[in-house]
């Protein structure tokens, strides 16, 4: 059975750092690419990044180019997403999902398995 499971959300001053995971299981990481994507209230998923299953390549939105990295390991079938330099309007429900990925456009309805979401809020 797949499943994901994202951990590390909290609370942060603006310019603060978070460091997200993604715990995966009932697949292993060469196998299908991980995106991360957010929600705030009252708008749509974004893609926000992702990387891919087996040359690991990275892809990031506009947004947090230079203050995210994704990065994973695959002995722990984990992938994370570190987040330097935060903005209040980085605040937002962050999920992560296995799927396809090829560009920086990071599209949600290429993507099957969803965690339940960890909650990041910035702000003073």
């Known amino acids: 059975q797949v499943q994901l499971v994202e951990s590390g959300g909290g609370l942060v001053q603006p310019g603060g750092s978070l460091r997200l995971s993604c715990a995966a299981s009932g697949f292993t990481l060469d196998a299908y690419a991980i995106g991360w994507f957010r929600q705030a209230p009252g708008k749509e998923r974004e893609g926000v990044s992702c990387?891919?299953?087996?040359?690991?390549?990275?892809y990031y939105a506009d947004s947090v180019k230079g203050r995210f990295t994704i990065s994973k390991n695959n002995a722990k079938n984990t992938v994370y997403l570190q987040m330097n330099s935060l903005k209040p309007e980085d605040t937002a429900v962050y999920y992560c999902a296995d799927g396809t990925c090829y560009s920086d456009y990071i599209i949600p309805n290429l993507f099957g398995a969803w965690g339940q979401g960890t909650q990041v809020t910035v702000s003073s």
């Open positions: 990387i891919s299953s087996s040359d690991g390549n990275t």
